[in-house]
């Protein structure tokens, strides 16, 4: 099994980045129903304002090949597409466990 997290920072006000991580994380919590290989989704909004990061969300994938098919995948392209021009920064690991 293979965990994909990723981070992100949003552009705008607060209350632009939170409605931009609303957005995002309903798109995002509904994927595993549209993508096979995508066996979970954790979303998480980042409640500490001293902290920058803003959105994390941790994926499983049964190997590191469907982390690229989850990636690729229409609804997945679809989710990201929602708050693409406010990603300001996006920070990822992927590891097998």
């Known amino acids: 099994m293979v965990k994909h997290i990723v981070t992100f920072r949003f552009s705008g006000t607060a209350d632009e980045r939170k409605a931009a991580c609303r957005r995002f994380a309903d798109a995002l919590l509904a994927l595993p129903a549209r993508i096979d290989c995508l ?3 954790e979303v998480g909004i980042n409640e500490n304002p ?6 994390a969300l941790t994926a499983i994938v049964p190997t590191m ?3 690229e098919v989850y990636a690729k995948h229409p609804a997945h392209v679809a989710a990201a597409s929602l708050v693409k021009p406010q990603i300001e920064s996006r920070a990822c690991v ?3 466990f």
């Open 39 to 41: 066996e979970s989704m």
């Open 94 to 96: 992927d590891y097998t």
């Open 50 to 55: 001293s902290e920058t990061w803003d959105l």
């Open 65 to 67: 090949a469907d982390v």
